[in-house]
Every structure is written in C-alpha cells, then in structure tokens.
C-alpha cells in the first residue's frame, strides 16, 4: 500500500481578498511595466524633436539677412574715380586702391548720425564695389543702396525676447532705434542669398556656406570614386574568389575591425600617412576624400558581401550550368541583381563620410577658407567642419548661421537615406 | 599636357582599341569551321587592358617621380645659385617660381622666384614631353603587342578573367594595407613618444598639462590618468547611464508591445538619432544643454563649482546618440529567444512584463552585454560631442557637474593649433590614438565573442 501517497492539493482560491490583491498587483506591474517602455521611446523621439525645434528655430534667421538703406552721393564724395579708370585694364588696381569702405561709412553717418557708421556691417561696403564695377557710371551721381546691417542693429530687429541678453541698455536702445528705421521704410528682410554663394568670413552677416559646401562635394567626390570601386570589389573578392584560408580571415578580420576603429584614429593615419609620408598639401580636399574613403570602404564591403550573399546559388547555378564564366557570372547576374544593396550601403556609407568632421580637423581642414576651393590640392573645409569652426565664434551673430548650416547638412543627409531607402524599397527583392 | 588629359588620352585609346581588336577577331573568324575560343568583346578587352595598364602605371609613377626631377633640374641650373641657403626660404621661393610657371600665379613677390621662372618653365616642358612621349609609347607598343596576338584560337576570355581575379585580389589587400598603416603609424610615433616620456608616466601619472610641457623639460606633464577616467566617466558612466535604460525599455516596448504601425514608424525615427551628425550634437550639447545643466545644478542642486562645459551636459547627449544603437542590439538579441521559452512562460501564467523581466532579457543577456560593450567603444571613440561640449581642464574629480576633458578631446589639442611634427606634444597625440585604438578593439573583440557564443547556445 502506498501510504506516503502525496496529499490532494486544495485547487486555489483565486477568489480571495489576498489573490485579488496579487493579481492587481501583477496587472499594475505589467502596466507600470508597458509605461516605462512607452516612456523611453518617446523621451528618446521627444530628444530628437527638441534637437530639430531648436535648430531649425535658431537657424531660420541664419537664412535671411537685414538690410538698411544707405544713399550714397558718389560725385560729392572724396572718392577719386573716375568712370574712365574702371574701363581699361587696370579696373582691378584702381578699385582696390580706392577707398570705397570710407565713402560707405560716411555715407552712412550722413544719413543716420554720428552712429551710422556701426548700423551697416563691416563689410557692406564690397556690395557697392562690386557694383561700381558692374556699372561705373554710377560714380556720376547718387545711388541708394541696400547694405547688410550689422549684426548690432540685427539683433535690434528681433525686438525684446525677453532674454537677459535684451535687457541690456544697449540692445534697448538698438531695438527702439529699429522700429524707428522700420517705421521710416529704412530697413528691410529678406531671404539672404549670400548665405548660400559665399564663403567664410569674419563678419557674420557677410558668410555663406558655398565653399565648405563646395568642398564637402570635392571631398565626397574623392571619397566615392575610391571607397566604391575598392569597396565593391572587395565586397566580391571575399563572396566569390577568396579560398578560405588565414589570408582571407586576416582580410576579414582586418575589414571588420576597421568598420570599429573610432573615426578620429582615421584622422591621425591620414595626418601620418598622406601629410608627413607622401606630403600632399595639407587641408586640402584630396586627403580629406583619402581619409574618408578608408573609412568608408569597410561600410561598403559589409553592405556589399550582404547584398552578394542574398543572391540565391541558384541563379549562379544556372549562369554556370549554361555555360558562363565566373565573371560572366558575376558581372551578367549577380552584380546586377546585388547592385541595389551596394548602392544602398555606398548612400549610407556616404552619409556617414558627409556628417563626419574629427578626422578632417586632424589633417587641417579647419583652415579659415574665404574663398570656394578651384582644385582637390586648393584649401578647402567641409560643411560640418565649418559649423565646428562657427560654433566655436565668440560673435553672437554665428549662432544662426551655426544653426542654418546646421539645417542644410541636415537636409543633404535626410535626402541621402530618404534616397537609400526608396532605393531599397524599390529595387529589394525576395528570393 | 597635364596628367590629366593625358588618362584621358590614352584611355581614348584603349577604347579605340577595344573596338578594333573586336573587328578584327570577327574579320578573322571564318564562316565555317570552329568558332572563336572567347567572345570578340574579350579580345577588345584583352587589348584594352595590355593598352592601358602599362600607360597608366607609367604615368602615376611619373607623376610621382616628376616634381622631383624637375625642381632638381631647376637647383641644378645657374640661376638657383642666388637662392638662400635656409631650408624655408628657399622652399618658399621655388613654390612660388613654380606656381608662376604654371600660371597659377601671375605676379611673382620675390625677385628670386621671377629668375627661376624660365628654368622651371623649361624643366617642366621638358619631363612634360618625355612624359607624354613615353607614356604614348608605352601605350601604342602594348596595345599593339596583344592586337598582334588575337587570333580566333586565342584564350582571351581566360586571360582577361586572370587580369579581374588580380584586381579583386589587390582591391582587397587594401583593407589590410589601411589596417597596417593605422597600426605602423601609431606604433612608430608613440614609440617616439615613449623615447621621451616615461610609459610609466604616461600610463600611473595624474598630471597633464601638454601645454606647459614644451617650454621646459617634458617630464611630469603627460600623465594620462585624468583623460583615462575623463574618458570614463563621459562615455562608459554618464552616457551608460542615459543609453541602457533608455534603449532598452525602447526595444522591448518596440518589439513586445508596440503595435505593427508604431513600430514601423518609430524604428525609423529612432534610427535618425544615430544618423545625426555628432558635430550636430555636439553643437547642441554646447549651445543648449550645457547652459541648462549648469543652471539646474547652482540653482537647485547649489553645486557652485558647476561648469559651463560640464561632463554631464556631454555625456547626456552622447547617451541620447547611442540609445538606437543599444536598442537595436537588444532588439537583436530579444528576438533570438527561441519562442518557445516566451510560449513556455506566457503559458504558465506569467504576465507579459513578467515574462520579459524573468525569460527574455536573462536569456538575452548576453547578447545585450555584448551591445553595451560595443556601445561603450562607440561612446569613448566618439570626438565632436565631447571637443564641442566637455572642457579641456584635465581633472580628476568624480563629480559629474565638473568639467573633464577626454582622450579624443586631447588628441585633437595636441594636434591643432601649432603644428611641428617632432615635438612630445603631436607625439603624445599619437600614444593617445593607440590606447584609444587597442581600447575599441579590445573592447569590439570581446562584444563579438560575447554575441556570437550568445547566438550559437541557441542555434
């Protein structure tokens, strides 16, 4: 007889007052639980919200400039140009040697006052050379012309913010000063097209993001012409060719770890490599590409040997069965069919290169650069490094230009994975 | 000609005679009888390539070895006898003879410079011609070497897939080349460095201040310490602290609870977080959260000593920079659970919260441990966020409203501003690079070990 049998189990009781309450418990937890995740996930979108709002908000006026109406009175100025000097050769000589920075300055305390002259940028004044130059005839008599405040009366046009800054008995006074210029018909905004075709400069309201731009596309043109071709054969060599053996592991285990490296370290081999060995010119935009292909490249294999790898065999199969060579092979099927996942990866690799600026103030590329690069050898800086060096300027009149520059890579990149994705969404196949 | 033109010349050429080695293999072929071994398109390539290879290898090496010749050519002629002597000067004076000969300068600032311009002018028209001649010739004699050899019997296909399959090769030794050169280079500077400095020093020492280092001796001022534990608390403490929970809770709520169109919305969003530029950040982190963080702190918390560049402030935003990359890998890992231990305990009665406290993120464990650690090496590798954000003092303090300075931070200090190469301070620039090197390397090796034993126990 089995007497140790073991005893029936009273069934439980989920009715009870303790139960009910463990239960509640429980379904507290899990909902406690499910708002924590919620949580995090709109703490981590809200971040990215405030991150755009506040860009876009303090760079929305980096995109326009304010300008104010000065008369100039050329024939009664102490400016000695003569319209037949600007016609001949020595237009450039004769421009330069005059003194135009001081007509416009006194042409400005004549209009406005003994503090006219800190009402137009320091700057304003190459605006009216230019045109004289255009159209010399305007030395005869008298021109009004739409300068670039400075950024003192610029500031005067945000009226009070309420800010501590605005309290300031000066920043009142400018901001009085504005609305009365406002009410006169004197000053005007607008859309700034300087801020997109010109260059670097010291004065905020004469900068413009062409040339880091222009450098950025010099130095992504490098970039993609070398990081592609190598990356994307790699990517083959390793699908394809590669017998496996330790030469293939090093070259996968070297290409994976480089994928790792941090970027600045890119910066010193570029630094050690392409400046001190091979002495190619320093900040120019054919190191910067160098620098950034290698870094590129290990993104443009991985995507690659994916996109390669997703090809069936039996598409190889029958290339081979039919006949074909292996590069017949690869270049009639199975690149074609993986070129859409290269090109993805190679969009996602360059957006990368794009925002990146560590390894580019390493090889110098954080030059004051005036002027828009002519050459891959010229001084050149790139878009995110010419934020870094505007962000780092003591003149408050750069905290919107930082933030519109800021809005334009933003929007570069935001076109680049907006373009790998319709790339990947059109042209993804399943097998 | 610039070399320029001339790749372009010659790769014409190569055109050219991809075309006509193609009409001449089908002009060969009888009607009749056997076909050709390869297809015309492999002849045309076979002399494309035997056209143009040797030519292009020719003229990068030219393009190397020309400038040399030229300017030796021009110190070898009568007028570079007035040049002075020191080493700067003179480099000055030819640079701008040079450029005034090419025409990219017009007007010359040095009497000197206009005295070498015929010779250089001379120089440079005379390497130019036997570049172009030899260039062409090589050309010509290689194209026409394998345009003589086409015949329909000729192996070209097999020839041309051998010249492929070393190109792969080489394309692919370019990796190990660029792992090597970052090695060599790091290793040979920061041997030079420690031929200076102590490594002991360098490594134990708690002093850092690089700056006063090169008026007086170098010792006692490269103690690495204070960026170690700056580099510490920014990206393996503070941004840790903001990344794992953040993440986490983010990817499984994305994955266990969110419906199918939140997920597929809010994945995205959160990827962009890792898409943004860090200078972006770091500007952010500079311009608005800094502020903000030292306000709170003297006003609420009456930290006083609060910095305007606190370790917080950079260490918060680059947390929120890492959090998609946590959450993905956990992401990862949760869904590498078999489903039968979720069936298993779901069945049991367990909560859903329950189920992915107790099974799901013990399973994954591992695989999200192998996730943070490559978090980590992300976080202490990454430069804008801290340069633009963290201060540049080295201390030693754990308090977080304080400011530290980091590795990346230093290296680019050292490495901007005033730049001769051989002073202890561009070197320590370089030691710094090879500890942060082997660190993200030791640190990536020991997360993918982790992640791949994780995947295999549950293959």
Known sequence: ?431 | MSAFALFFLVAGLAIIGWVSARMRVLRMQPVAGPRAHSLPGYHGWYVALWLAIPALLFLIVWSVVSPGLIEQSVLASPAANALPDARIEREAILNEARALADGSLQAAFNEEARALVPAFEQAIGFYGMIGIVATLILAFAGGAFAFLRIRPDFRARNRVERVVMWVLLLASLIAILTTVGIVASLLFETIRFFGRVSIVEFVFGTHWSPQSASAGGDEGSFGAIPLFWGTVLIGAIIAMIVAIPLGLLSAIYLTQYAKPRVRSVMKPVLEILAGVPTVVYGYFAALTVAPAVRDFAVNVLGVSSASSESAIAAGVVMGVMIIPFVSSMADDSIAAVPGAMRDGSLAMGATNSETIKRVLVPAALPGIVGGVLLAVSRAIGETMIVVMAAGLAANLTANPFESVTTVTVQIVQLLTGDQEFDSSKTLAAFALGLVLFVVTLLLNIVALGVVKRFREAYE
Request: proline fraction near 5%; charge should be neutral.
């Open chain 1, 1 to 431: 007889m089995a007497t140790n049998a073991p005893s029936p189990r009273q069934p439980t009781d989920w009715n009870t007052d303790a139960m009910q309450r463990r239960i509640k418990a429980r379904y507290r937890a899990e909902k406690r639980f499910r708002f924590y995740g919620l949580f995090a996930v709109v703490l981590s979108a809200g971040f990215l919200a405030f991150l755009l709002v506040t860009m876009i908000s303090s760079g929305a006026r980096g995109f326009t400039q304010t300008e104010l109406e000065v008369p100039i009175n050329f024939a009664a100025s102490d400016l000695f140009l003569d319209p037949a000097q600007l016609a001949g050769d020595n237009a450039d000589a004769a421009l330069s040697a005059a003194d135009i920075e001081g007509v416009v300055r006194s042409a400005a305390i004549e209009a406005y006052g003994e503090d006219g002259g800190d009402l137009i940028s320091n700057g304003s004044w190459i605006r009216v050379r230019d045109a004289i130059a255009a159209d010399p005839q305007l030395l005869t008599g008298t021109e009004t012309f739409w300068l670039q405040a400075s950024t003192e009366l610029d500031f005067g046009s945000r009226g009070d913010t309420g800010t501590r800054r605005a309290q300031l008995p000066e920043r009142q006074a400018m901001i009085s000063r504005w609305n009365r210029l406002e009410e006169a018909g004197q000053v005007r905004r607008g859309f700034s097209w300087t801020f997109l075709t010109a260059s670097d400069s010291s004065d905020p309201t004469l900068v413009g993001i062409w040339g880091a731009l222009k450098g950025s596309l010099l130095t992504m043109a490098v970039t993609l012409l070398l990081a592609f071709p190598i990356g994307v054969l790699t990517a083959v060599y390793l699908e394809e060719y590669a017998p496996q053996n330790r030469w293939t592991d090093i070259i996968e285990v070297s290409i994976n770890n480089l994928a790792a490296v941090p970027s600045i370290i890119f910066g010193l081999l570029g630094l050690a490599v392409f400046i001190n060995t091979f002495q190619l010119p320093r900040s120019a935009a054919i190191v910067g590409g160098l620098t950034l292909a290698l870094m590129t490249m290990p993104v443009i294999v991985i995507a690659g040997r994916n996109a390669i790898k997703s090809v069936p065999p039996s598409i190889r199969d029958a290339a081979l069965g039919i006949g074909a060579s292996r590069v017949q092979v690869l270049a009639h099927h199975v690149l074609p069919l993986s070129l859409p996942g290269i090109l993805t990866g190679t969009i996602i690799g360059m957006s990368r290169a794009l925002g990146e600026t560590a390894p580019l103030l390493l090889i110098g590329m954080r030059a004051f650069v005036a002027t828009p690069p002519g050459g891959l050898t010229d001084p050149a800086t790139a878009l995110p490094v010419q934020i870094f060096l505007w962000s780092d300027e003591l003149d408050p009149g750069f905290v919107e230009k930082t933030s519109a520059a800021i809005i334009v890579l933003l929007v570069a990149l935001l076109a680049m994975n907006g373009i790998a994705i319709w790339l990947r969404n059109k042209y993804e196949q399943r097998w």
